[in-house]
C-alpha cells in the first residue's frame, strides 16, 4: 500500500532562517506531487507541484522554492523565512492514473 | 481561472438535525472532491465525484454533483458530535491535477 510521509511534524524557525520540508511517498512510482499551504487554519494554497523529476510548477509567486531531485521525494525551501511563511504545510501526491490527491500528516511551521 | 465557494463558512447544528453544505464552482470541471480536516490533523478523503448526477453515501454523509448547475452538495443527517469538523470542497480538470479549494466550513454539533 502506499504511504506519504513529511517531516518534521513540527518546526519553529526565527526570521530569517533557512527551511527545508520534506516529502516522501511509498509504494508508488511517478506520482504526480504537490505542496499546499493552510494559514490561519483555513484555507489551503496551492504552492507547488510536479508531475516528474526536476519538474516543478510553482502557483504563488513568494519566497519558497521546491525541488524533487527523486521520484518520490519532495522538498520545500526557503533560505530566509519570514513571519507570513508561518502555517500548516500538506504534501499530497496523486496516481497519475487516478482523480483523487492523498495528503501527508504535515507540518505546522511557526516563524518567530 | 476556476474559483471554488463554499457556503455556509460556519455551521452549528443540534445533533439529530440535518443540514446540507453547498459548493459552487465557476467553470467547467470534470471532477469534485470532498475532505474532512480534524483541527490540527491532515486532510481526509471523504468522497470522488466524477460525473453529472454522481451520489455517493458514507454513513450520515451524503454527496452529489450537479455539473450542469456547477454546484455539489454535502448533505449530513441526524447528525452526531464525531462530524465536527472543518469539511472542504475541491474541483478541478487539469491534466496535472490541479485542484482548487474553497474555503472549506467549520461545522461544530452541539449536544
Known amino acids: 500500500s502506499q504511504t506519504i510521509h513529511q517531516w518534521p511534524a513540527t518546526l519553529v524557525q526565527p526570521v530569517g532562517s533557512p527551511l527545508s520540508l520534506e516529502c516522501t511517498v511509498e509504494?508508488?512510482?511517478?506520482?504526480?506531487l504537490y505542496w499546499y499551504r493552510q494559514a490561519a487554519g483555513r484555507g489551503l494554497q496551492l504552492l507547488f507541484y510536479?508531475?516528474?523529476?526536476?519538474?516543478i510548477s510553482s502557483e504563488v509567486p513568494q519566497n519558497l522554492s521546491a525541488s524533487r531531485p527523486q521520484d518520490r521525494q519532495f522538498i520545500l525551501s526557503s533560505k530566509k523565512l519570514l513571519l507570513s511563511d508561518s502555517g500548516f504545510y500538506l504534501c499530497?501526491?496523486?496516481?497519475?492514473?487516478?482523480?483523487?490527491?492523498?495528503f501527508g500528516p504535515g507540518t505546522r511551521l511557526t516563524v518567530t | 481561472e476556476l474559483k471554488v465557494e463554499q457556503n455556509p463558512l460556519f455551521l452549528s447544528m443540534q445533533e439529530g438535525k440535518n443540514y446540507t453544505i453547498y459548493c459552487n464552482y465557476s467553470t467547467t470541471s470534470d471532477r469534485l472532491y470532498w475532505y474532512r480536516q480534524d483541527p490540527g490533523k491532515s486532510l481526509e478523503s471523504l468522497f470522488v465525484?466524477?460525473?453529472?448526477?454522481a451520489v455517493k453515501q458514507e454513513g450520515r454523509l451524503m454527496a452529489s454533483l450537479d455539473t450542469k448547475a456547477r454546484l455539489s452538495t454535502l448533505h449530513i443527517t441526524a447528525a452526531v458530535h464525531d462530524l465536527s469538523a472543518t469539511y472542504f470542497c475541491?474541483?478541478?480538470?487539469?491534466?496535472?491535477?490541479?485542484?482548487?479549494f474553497g474555503q472549506g466550513t467549520i461545522l461544530t454539533v452541539h449536544p
Open positions: 499530497a501526491w496523486r496516481p497519475g492514473s487516478s482523480y483523487e490527491q492523498y
Open positions: 465525484l466524477l460525473s453529472n448526477g
Open positions: 509504494g508508488t512510482s511517478n506520482p504526480n
Open positions: 510536479s508531475v516528474g523529476i526536476g519538474q
Open positions: 475541491n474541483a478541478g480538470g487539469t491534466s496535472y491535477g490541479k485542484l482548487t
